[in-house]
């Protein structure tokens, strides 16, 4: 791999979603990622479907590509020991257990540190390494609920909706690589390792930024506003004559050239609308107005208009719809991989743009155990005897 983390070794521990998302774009940036697996069945997520030819999962492979793979038992006194070997070759380690599996495993930070002091171990768990909550297993679903993010989702008259990304799940894997590379920053001046203790659940209410700041200004409790934004207006989705759009209109021009494009130039000058924030205290007047305006025309014809005058607005996507976007097609968002079973892979790519040593997609998910050889022969120089002995212990 070449990329900017080339050089950059990481022992990845991680199974499910947190620790693999954030490992991979370790990965994608040119880590050498490590993903270590137990022999009998590897990360769990090689189970979830829905499943491609012989049985490949497609969630596992969207989310573990570049990085090598290897199977060991860490609960075999041999398979933690050769752990620590590698921990000693190591840059990173990175874990997703539930807090005190790695003590229990022997593999702890204290034990790390004192084999490789540089190193930097990351660790993410639902509510972090301390705290009444620590011991207690979370995924996506319990971070939304707990964390805040599903009373403020969904509309005013429904209930708390799961935002339809794993939020929970990604947002403490990009706080975990943040993390990591600072550390790896303040270790080239250092050159000591540090640990990385990441929660959850207080990523996830670091990124509701609006929303508290709104709470602790005004006292108020945010709740569901369906598409709506909290203090400006209209900066929404509205349902067209044949689908629904979404649009923001900025400033006392952007307001006047909007009006002008849905003929109500009579809205202008209302006193009840002069502001983005006097529309918001006035929703419950000015929607209706909008709302019937704009399901006059198609999505088609909206975008034409209100593009033409430069107000951001854009179609409601599915899926489907993204895929095919032209924009991301020109920009190569939607990449292919090559599996050598599955033949050619549609994945998404890294957005990471950089202009020198830009991240990149250059290997797919590994089978389980694929690189176990590779790996324990390269870093360890162990001999196929020693190899044999370790499969028949059941070690790989």
């Known amino acids: 791999m070449s990329g900017p983390l080339k050089g950059i070794r990481v022992l990845d521990l991680t199974r499910i979603l947190s620790g693999p998302f954030a490992t991979m774009i370790l990965g994608d940036l040119g880590a050498d990622v490590i993903k270590v697996e137990h022999p009998s069945g590897g990360d769990g997520s090689r189970g979830n479907g829905p499943f491609l030819a012989d049985g490949y999962s497609s969630y596992f492979l969207s989310i573990n590509r570049n990085k090598r793979g290897i199977t060991l038992d860490l609960a075999h006194p041999r398979g933690k020991e050769i752990l620590l070997e590698l921990v000693k070759q190591s840059d990173v380690l990175v874990e997703n257990f539930v807090p005190g599996t790695m003590a229990r495993f022997g593999l702890d930070y204290p034990v790390v540190e004192r084999l490789n002091p540089a190193i930097i171990y990351a660790s993410i768990s639902g509510f972090g390494q301390t705290g009444p909550y620590a011991q207690r297993p979370a995924l996506d679903i319990i971070v939304q609920g707990m964390g805040g993010i599903m009373s403020i989702t969904g509309e005013p008259d429904g209930g708390p909706v799961r935002v339809g990304a794993s939020v929970g799940d990604i947002v403490a894997s990009l706080y975990c690589v943040i993390g990591i590379q600072a550390a790896l920053q303040e270790r080239a001046v250092s050159g000591k390792g540090q640990m990385l203790d990441l929660s959850m659940l207080e990523c996830q209410v670091a990124i509701e930024e609006n929303a508290f700041a709104r709470y602790f200004a005004t006292g108020e409790v945010p709740g569901r506003l369906g598409t709506r934004h909290p203090s400006y207006t209209p900066f929404q989705a509205f349902e067209t004559k044949d689908s629904w759009i979404v649009l923001a209109t900025t400033g006392a021009d952007g307001w006047s050239l909007f009006c002008s494009a849905i003929d109500r130039v009579d809205l202008i000058d209302d006193e009840r609308f002069t502001s983005g924030w006097l529309r918001t205290q006035h929703y419950q007047e000015i929607e209706p107005i909008l709302s019937e305006v704009m399901r006059r025309k198609t999505t088609r014809e909206w975008l034409d ?58 290997q797919p998910a590994p089978d389980l155990g694929q690189h176990t050889e590779e790996v324990l022969t390269e870093l360890l120089c162990l001999t196929p005897r020693e190899l044999e002995e370790l499969r028949q212990g059941k070690v790989i």
């Not at 209100?306 to 939607?334: E, F, Q, T, W």
């Open 305 to 362: 208009e209100l593009s033409a005058l430069n107000i951001p607005c854009a179609p409601v996507n599915s899926i489907a719809d993204v895929v095919k976007d032209p924009h991301l097609m020109y920009r190569g968002a939607i990449t292919e991989v090559q599996h050598p079973v599955l033949g050619s892979l549609k994945t998404v790519d890294s957005p990471l743009r950089l202009s020198r040593t830009s991240a990149s997609v250059g």
